[in-house]
């Protein structure tokens, strides 16, 4: 007997509210609105439906790959297991996929990727089935490959699936070259990159860094400029909300909230998030957290407790008109893609605060999957050939200068001159001033138009003019 996965009500709003973003910028721009509408639009949309055999029963699985733009080739974007995917949702994150890649000047299209599935209730054995035969679909369909189409994990995927991926597309493409690049994201014993795992995460939190370090703009909010002090509110625990507030915790910030599905946690004089995930292992719930001075077993109640960052790194549509309200932050990272909706953002910002939109606070992932994919296509680790040089290069220095100085370093700061870089280091510094550069990018084309209210309208005006001059370039567009 065939039995279909149920599918969630198609609730068509993330795509218009990606949209009305997106509409609210261009009036910014001075593009025709041909060129406009051909960058808004959803190129490809390729839905469909495979059987899926489970005991004695078939269930039948619904998925979707979008493709949002081909101004660059490839497109880029993560694949989605979770039972509230839907074409419009999927729509929404391959568009902002687009956005974001021209925010962080990384040189994809935009997609993105979903399964309809609850990936808790399946076997990891029936997981790896579902997704080999999803890639087999998107093999079918074009809709994969190096140069085409490079998927990631997003929410509910992760190292694992993205191997399973890999190791699809290698077997049914023998002697492609530059195969494993057909996915990024994958473990390192499968041509994956040291510091992607924690990139999105780390990326967040040097976001967030860089707006609180611009002395003007928090004088306007009434925060005094710098990390050091801030307390933090972080909206789920898993890559990236951990990872934020762990390197939020290493800039100086303080952890003061923990939001999951399940409940939430609040002491202002701080919590552990390393702590808490043990606490949830041993236990099954963050609930009852002995350091916790209060706990909700309504999540959206964490959200509201007193702070002075938010960084809301769930699921989308979190921050809505009914909430903004009672948010008490001065700022809202967007770690997790459209958690705040357009009447919300109005509101916040009205009332004086600051939004670091999704389309760059969470761009960290796609720009260390850049770097993955270049490391594929080059067939060698950052790194790897120049280390042992730059070393040597640096030792021969330190020995000169001490022979013409008479003086002699101590093994700490010999250490510290010497050393070549390896790879993480090398992808960090990437990121980082990859961060860094938008940050004050999308800020100064904020500064340049009193007429531009948000970071996000800022975003958007930059990704907008790039993606033009991209399809310009090409002669699509006189």
């Known amino acids: 007997m065939a039995k279909s996965v149920a599918k969630p009500v198609q609730n068509a709003h993330f795509f218009d509210d990606v949209s009305q973003f997106f509409d609210h910028a261009a009036q910014f721009t001075k ?148 195969a494993f690049g057909c996915v990024t994201g994958k473990p390192l014993s499968l041509h994956g990159i040291n510091g992607r795992k924690a990139a999105t995460g780390r990326g967040v939190a040097i976001a967030i860094r860089e707006c609180v370090d611009v002395a003007e703009d928090m004088k306007e909010i009434g925060l005094t400029p710098g990390i050091a002090g801030k307390k933090v509110i972080v909206q789920g625990l898993g890559n990236v909300g951990y990872n934020t507030a762990k390197f939020l915790m290493e800039f100086g910030a303080i952890i003061v909230g923990v939001c999951e599905y ?66 008490k932050a001065k700022i809202i990272a967007e770690g997790a893609n459209g958690p705040t909706t357009p009447g919300a953002e109005a509101a916040f910002v009205k009332n004086g605060g600051i939004i670091i939109p999704d389309m760059y606070c969470n761009a960290g992932g796609v720009t260390v999957s850049y770097f993955e994919w270049l490391k594929n296509l080059s067939h060698v680790a950052f790194g790897r050939m120049d280390k042992r040089y730059e070393e040597m290069s640096n030792l021969n220095l330190v020995n000169t200068v001490e022979t013409i100085t008479g003086k002699s370093l101590t093994s700490a700061q010999r250490m510290a001159i010497v050393k070549g870089a390896d790879e993480l280091e090398l992808v960090n510094s990437g990121l980082e001033d990859t961060m860094i550069r938008s940050y004050h990018e999308i800020r100064a084309i904020k500064n340049a138009n009193a007429a531009i209210d948000t970071l996000r309208t800022a975003a958007f005006v930059g990704s907008i003019d790039k993606i033009a001059i991209s399809y310009q370039n090409l002669g699509i567009w006189p």
């Open 262 to 327: 399940d409940g939430a946690l609040y002491n202002p004089d701080g919590l552990d998030p390393d702590a808490i995930l043990e606490h949830r292992k041993n236990t099954g719930s963050i609930l009852n957290y002995k350091k916790a001075k209060k706990q909700f077993k309504t999540p959206a109640e964490g959200l509201e407790q007193a702070c002075d960052i938010l960084v809301p790194a769930a699921l989308e549509n979190q921050l809505t008109e009914d909430n903004i309200g009672r948010i």
């Open 31 to 178: 593009h025709p609105q041909g060129l406009l509408n051909q960058i808004k639009v959803c190129n490809s949309i390729y839905r469909f439906s495979f059987p899926f055999r489970r005991g004695d029963q078939i269930e039948v699985i619904h998925a979707w790959r979008v493709e949002h733009s081909q101004h660059m080739s490839p497109t880029k974007g993560g694949i989605r297991y979770s039972e509230l995917v839907n074409e419009d949702e999927v729509m929404a994150l391959a568009a902002l996929m687009t956005y974001k890649c021209a925010i962080v000047n990384v040189p994809f299209g935009g997609a993105k990727g979903g399964i309809c599935i609850n990936p808790k209730n399946y076997s990891v054995s029936e997981l790896e089935t579902i997704t080999r035969r999803y890639t087999v679909e998107l093999i079918k369909k074009n809709f994969i490959g190096p140069a085409i189409d490079v998927p990631a994990p997003d929410y509910g995927t992760g190292e694992r699936e993205m191997s399973w991926i890999a190791d699809t597309y290698t077997t049914m493409n023998p002697g492609q070259l530059d």
